[in-house]
């Protein structure tokens, strides 16, 4: 049984919810989002609280209640607050810089790399070496941030390149001279 897709999901003030012909639209203040519903689950819309519901008790729709439930409940957070996602930089003359809808970045290579955001994702850049990703859509932000920290992702020698900020890089050892 799904522990996660039997909870109930808080609508706050200011964001409107409507689902018809599977498809669920949540407004807030930050924005819209829209996505279609799998036919195995059902969406209960009651005062301010959406329940999701299934079809049959086999396991891949009890397994689609929980994702269904994770899904809107990301897009009602997403529309009324919104998300951030934070890159840090390591790496001597390794810097970033916005530059209207691209991220600029000198990564080591001959040359720098423009990496152009999708719609809907921000960047700001602190110091040079921190980025701030921020969006509405988690799905849409965790996979560009995921295609920003492929560009150059951290070695485990000196620990240069681009990684999350939450993230902890195990480090090896180097070379020993063995005479």
Do not use: C
């Not at 599977?22 to 689950?41: A, E, F, N, P, W």
């Not at 209960?44 to 049959?56: G, T």
């Not at 994770?70 to 530059?99: D, P, Q």
Request: aromatic share 4%.
């Amino acid at each position: 049984m799904s522990r996660v897709g039997k909870k109930p999901i808080a609508i706050p003030e200011k964001v409107n919810v409507s689902f018809k012909d599977r498809l669920i639209t949540v407004k807030g203040s930050k924005g819209t989002l829209s996505r279609t519903i799998h036919d195995d689950v059902d969406l209960k819309l009651e005062a301010n609280q959406i329940q999701v519901e299934i079809r049959d008790q086999d396991r891949k729709t009890r397994a689609l209640q929980g994702l269904t439930r994770s899904l809107v409940n990301n897009m009602v957070t997403g529309v009324s607050s919104g998300f951030e996602r934070v890159l840090e930089i390591n790496g001597i003359g390794y810097r970033a810089e916005v530059k209207g809808q691209s991220l600029v970045l000198n990564l080591g290579f001959s040359n720098p790399v423009n990496f152009d955001l999708p719609d809907g994702v921000s960047a700001s850049v602190d110091r040079n070496t921190i980025i701030k990703l921020t969006a509405i859509d988690k799905e849409k932000l965790g996979q560009t941030a995921a295609s920003i920290r492929k560009l150059r992702p951290p070695e485990p020698y000196k620990g240069k390149g681009i990684k999350y900020a939450e993230e902890r890089i195990i480090r090896k050892a180097g070379k020993t001279g063995t005479k």
